[in-house]
């Protein structure tokens, strides 16, 4: 067991091969067989011509932040020590937005169009949660 006391993701059948990509650190979405488009978050069906043939296609981990939130209140206990910390929205090359932090980043800095690129962070032996830094 580790010490991390934040949130984990609930793993099930749709976005376990998500969570052990990114175990691998690397960061895999679904693209579907049939029409070629990427969706997030994991379904069963390609949510633009419903087929169920997909692949989990490796993504370029690169994108640029399309919306974010600065929290001052720590609506999570685990997170009193963090606050203010930012959640953003990153909208990936692919397409797809994906809800994440970022890294080295104070929230003051943090705007809209910015680049970024994934990081992973190891929070326990099971779980690598994708996170993102400014690209260079
Ligand atoms: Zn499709």
Known sequence: MSGYAKPL????????????????????LQRCLACGQVWYPPAPVCPGCLSDRHQWAPMSGRGTVSSFVVFH?????????????????????????????????????????????VVFDDVTPEISIPRFRRAP
């Open 9 to 28: 993701p609930r793993i099930t059948p749709d976005n376990g091969p998500f969570w052990e990509a990114a175990r691998r650190h690397e960061l895999r």
């Open 73 to 117: 209140k720590a609506w999570f206990p685990a997170f009193a020590s963090e606050t203010p910390y930012a959640v953003v929205q990153v909208e990936l090359e692919e397409g797809p937005r994906l809800t994440a932090n970022l890294v080295d980043v104070p929230p003051g800095e943090i705007r809209v169009g910015m680049p970024v690129t």
